[in-house]
């Protein structure tokens, strides 16, 4: 038998019984009432932005507890506390009530978000899709200017609670998102030497990454170079003839461009032919 949701109408004090499907559907307008409330009239940030800037915001650093913690309390006076939705995901399957829920996505922010991935089971991608459709080196377009890791990186969600929170939804932990934002860095610097420094370089795809990353990474995870050998393994792909100095030089003010590029402080020192890089 088909358990009946209530609806209640305070201001004709009266309750009307819905369907399972019926009260899903009151479901999901209460949360998109819920989101405007909170965004047009208490007019609180983190209900006006994507899951992508609150991750990245780290002036306030939102706390996405807090947070859940208003859009439960406005979500139970509607009559949908925790024990109901509950039992209505019982009725539908949970499996078949997550994959609805995923389906509609009435989220536009990452509140919103994170209460979805509480009540289903930390099931709901945050940011409303997941990462595993990336290419192994994190970059859907082929350019590793456009390293999703990095970019990530760069705007700091490693900081942040709602950043986690997706890194680890995604990658298991903090920790692997920061090794592969290590494992990307040698590529980024090629890409972004031979984009801003004119190095006059024939392809970027001909140089063998995996050796790149062998001569950069030292045990502690740092970054280390030996210009001399970086030299030697790059000087095939120069179209002119570059003189080893100037290889050195541009080398040191591409790690310049780096540092500002990803907005983080990045320690390099050149001591005769080797560079050494920590961030």
Not at 122 to 144: C, E, H, I, R, V
Request: net charge negative; hydrophobic share 35%.
């Amino acid at each position: 038998m088909i358990r009946k949701y209530i609806k209640f109408f305070e201001e004709l004090k009266v309750t009307k019984e819905l369907s399972a499907q019926e009260a899903f559907l009151d479901f999901i307008d209460g949360l998109k009432e819920c989101e405007h409330h909170f965004k047009n009239e208490d007019g609180l940030r983190q209900f006006e932005n994507s899951y992508s800037y609150s991750a990245q915001d780290r002036r306030e650093n939102g706390d996405p507890e807090e947070d859940f913690k208003l859009i439960n309390n406005y979500m139970s006076k509607k009559g949908w506390t925790l024990e109901t939705i509950r039992e209505l995901a019982d009725e539908y399957g949970e499996d078949f009530f997550n994959l609805r829920i995923e389906d509609i996505n009435p989220s536009k922010c990452a509140p919103i978000d994170y209460y979805l991935y509480v009540i289903t089971e930390k099931t709901f991608p945050l940011q409303g899709y997941s990462w595993d459709n990336w290419l192994d080196d994190g970059d859907m377009t082929g350019d590793p200017m456009q390293n999703e890791y990095l970019i990530r990186f760069g705007y700091g969600w490693h900081n942040t609670k709602y950043g986690r929170l997706c890194i680890e939804q995604n990658l298991g932990s903090v920790d692997d998102f920061l090794k592969k934002v290590k494992q990307q860095i040698p590529s980024y610097l090629i890409s972004l030497f031979t984009q801003k420094r004119n190095w006059q370089i024939i392809s970027v795809e001909e140089f063998d990454i995996d050796e790149w990353i062998g001569e950069f990474l030292d045990m502690d995870g740092s970054l280390y170079a030996h210009l001399d050998d970086l030299y030697e393994l790059s000087s095939p792909y120069f179209i002119k003839p570059l003189e080893y100095e100037d290889f050195c030089n541009r080398f040191m003010d591409g790690i310049k461009e780096f540092e500002k590029e990803l907005g983080q402080k990045v320690n390099a020192t050149r001591l005769r032919d080797e560079i050494r890089i920590s961030i």
